[in-house]
């Protein structure tokens, strides 16, 4: 009793910090770090935060992810902090998170990224300096990185840690579009060619075959140099490009499905083909899907720089990580920063992904239970 | 086997088919008129009916198809805008350049990827295991645009005007100004060094990912009980390794040939525009800035077309090497 009364009294003011010491440091270390970085940015930049003219959604959105970092750890911490799924049961998602947990790299790439989308929507209130506003051409260009500018400025004189932080808010929302649409569609396209077979199978999986023949990245900059660049499209070629490698994951696995006892069980019940298709085949096909997706988002990214950094992405004076790896480019020598940290931007959040990727095909395959 | 190559042969072709039909249509469904290439200030109506029709644009979208697929089956890729020259030339000039860096890039690849791969895996939860580990999902993550112009940075721009090393490399081009001075030796040593930077930073982000698979690939073998009996009869332990295990846990690195072939021209595309290697890569991506369709076609689809050869020359090195494989 007294137990959990300190444990409460410790949440009330460092949220994350008993779950912390009951070892479950995942959990724990994302909702302290959370919660920090939203006091800090409710401190430190309340001028910001007060002086916002809130009439772009993305500023009420920042706000409402500010309230939601402060008090979310904090209620959730004080509650007890129990992830109720990962205490009992041992049905596969139990297991998986449970197996998941015990994977310190992957909770660690789970927190960061937690942590750069958290940024990302935070970037009204912790951006230094508008990310187009260009400064004294004269005096203010190519500073190295200091107090002022702790990343420093690029020729345009704008300071390259506030494109950066602006830069995220688009990296990191087209991976996850795309990979959405391309996850939904390929599950799709991949259930139905696997469950039906005969000819639509193999119709469908030439056709697969044929885009993956092709490297993706010419496919990309052909389509994008046909037509304008824009956001829209980016997004749109990436999601529609890359649902041919789901289809193949998918098919592979309801080809496996479609003889088990379960879906025979649910066809003799008469249920109809989309019925078996998506209450019977989808679920229980979704575990290699959810890797490929995580490992996806990554992928996504470095090919959305890639593009941005030819020119054919996000469009100046916008930003994005591509574009200002791009602008750096020509004064390398004069001014490394401009280049460098865009870049470790890319590599940090994509490598969180992949971290978190290689954990749930750990946790998901049945084969590695037991082993670590 | 001779009919399983037969079969491997004819499935490629209506694969390069499919990949020059969609080609096709992607660049004649996009909206904008080639023949205003040609529109100069004055022209009437009728003159650029004139051009439509010299082109055979005022024709239906079928017939182009049909006269596009029969000019491709000649090897007619047609004409650079920009260049001025018919683009199989132009094609068959720059494409050596592109296979020198790739054939050194996936070399050393290889190379460096499956000795990095063996040793994590014979030294499975050692320190030296995880360090390896992390700095391959490093590289693997890395855009190798970045990593490029990371490696101009040091070896090239510090090492040469900061650091003053003696030793530093080019950053662009295939060769160096006093090219045509140097004797025999001299050029193909200034040839080898233009060729470093590129196939490293192509090489590193690649190798990265086939050491996590040839760990995962050589940590299976080892597992099994050919490789206990050898260790049992007390063979030394280089010689099961190297003999009994890596034999067979290279059976499905060769997959990865296949595999990675995509994701090296993807990356030469980035790396040939960094360095200004005058290869494939870069002359798609300035056709595209020249809005040069003829050459944006012809070059993706020769890529297109390398990557089913590559697939198909690795399915039959498959096959060959193991002996598992069914041909049915």
Redesign the interface.
């Known amino acids: 009793m007294t137990e959990t009364r300190r444990g409460r009294l410790l949440a009330g003011v460092l949220p994350g910090v008993p779950q912390l010491l009951e070892g479950r440091w995942g959990a724990g270390l994302f909702a302290l770090v959370a919660w920090a970085l939203g006091l800090w940015t409710l401190l430190v930049r309340w001028e910001r935060v007060s002086g916002l003219p809130y009439e772009s959604p993305g500023e009420w959105v920042a706000l409402a992810a500010l309230v939601a970092a402060i008090l979310g750890p904090w209620l959730w911490s004080v509650r007890g902090g129990r992830l109720r799924a990962a205490e009992r049961g041992d049905g596969q998602w139990a297991l998986t998170l449970r197996a998941f947990g015990r994977n310190r790299l992957a909770l660690a790439g789970m927190v960061a990224i937690g942590l750069f989308y958290m940024v990302a929507v935070l970037t009204p209130f912790l951006a230094p300096y508008d990310p187009v506003h260009q400064g004294d051409l004269a005096s203010q260009r190519f500073l190295g990185p200091s107090a002022a500018h702790p990343l420093g400025t690029d020729q345009f004189a704008r300071d390259v840690l506030s494109r950066l932080l602006y830069g995220a808010r688009v990296s990191l929302s087209i991976g996850f579009i795309a990979v959405g649409i391309s996850v939904t569609l390929g599950t799709l396209i991949g259930a139905v060619a696997g469950y039906l077979g005969g000819r639509t199978d193999s119709v469908i999986m030439r056709f697969v075959d044929m885009v993956i023949a092709f490297p993706r990245l010419v496919l990309l900059i052909t389509v994008i140099a046909l037509f304008e660049p824009s956001i829209f499209l980016i997004v749109a070629v990436l999601g529609l490009t890359q649902w041919p490698y789901v289809s193949r994951i998918v098919r592979g696995e309801v080809l496996s499905l479609r003889e088990r006892e379960f879906v025979q069980a649910a066809r003799a019940l008469g249920y109809s083909r989309r019925r078996v298709i998506l209450r019977h085949i989808v679920p229980n096909a979704m575990a290699p899907v959810i890797v490929a997706a995580t490992l996806g988002i990554g992928n996504t990214i470095v090919l959305e720089a890639g593009l941005s950094f030819l020119g054919l992405g996000i469009q100046p004076p916008d930003p994005s990580w591509g574009s200002m790896v791009e602008n750096g480019r020509d004064v390398l020598l004069r001014a490394w920063w401009i280049s460098t940290f865009p870049g470790l931007a890319i590599v940090l959040t994509v490598l969180s992904f992949n971290l978190v990727g290689d954990g749930l095909r750990d946790a998901l395959d049945p084969r590695q239970a037991g082993r670590r | 086997m001779t009919r399983y190559l037969a079969r491997r042969l004819l499935g490629a072709i ?2 390069v088919l ?2 020059a039909t ?2 096709f249509f ?2 004649n469904l ?3 008129d080639p023949a205003l290439v040609y529109a100069r200030p004055g022209m009437d109506a009728a003159t650029m009916e004139q051009i439509r029709a010299n082109f055979g644009l005022d024709r239906p979208i079928h017939v182009r198809y049909g006269r596009w697929l029969a000019s491709l089956a000649r090897g007619d890729l047609g004409y650079s805008f920009a260049r001025n020259r018919p683009v199989t030339e132009l094609i068959a000039e720059i494409l050596p350049n592109t296979l020198i860096l790739a054939g050194v890039a996936f070399g050393i690849a290889f190379l460096v990827g499956i000795v990095l791969g063996v040793i994590q895996a014979v030294r499975q939860y050692s320190a030296l295991d995880s360090i390896l580990s ?1 700095l391959a ?2 590289f ?4 190798s ?2 990593l490029a ?2 490696m ?2 040091v070896f090239s ?2 090492a040469r ?1 900061v650091w003053e090393w003696p030793i530093w490399f080019p950053a662009s081009g295939m060769t160096s100004i006093d090219y045509e001075f140097l004797g025999g030796w001299e050029r193909l040593a200034d040839r080898a060094r233009h060729l470093f930077l590129p196939a490293m930073s192509l090489a590193l982000v690649l190798s990265a990912g086939i050491a996590r698979y040839m760990r995962a690939s050589m940590l299976e073998v080892i597992r099994q009980d050919y490789i206990r009996t050898a260790r049992a009869k007390g063979l030394p332990a280089r010689s099961v390794v190297f003999k009994h295990a890596l034999r067979n846990a290279l059976i499905p690195v060769a997959t990865l040939l296949g595999l990675y ?2 994701f090296l ?2 990356g030469t ?2 790396i040939e ?2 360095f200004s290697w005058p290869g494939m890569g870069k002359l ?2 300035d056709a ?2 020249q809005r040069d ?1 003829p050459v ?2 012809g ?2 689809l020769i ?2 077309t390398m ?2 050869v590559g ?1 198909l020359l690795a399915d039959i090195l498959y096959a060959v090497i193991d002996p598992r494989v069914r041909y049915d």
């Open positions: 209506p694969l499919g990949v969609i080609l992607i660049v996009a909206p904008g992390v999902l490093f693997y993550s890395m855009p645009f970045w112009l990371m101009i940075l721009l510090f005007n072939l995509p021209f993807s595309v980035f525009t960094v798609v991506v595209i800035n369709y944006v076609l070059g993706s890529f297109a990557v089913v697939n």
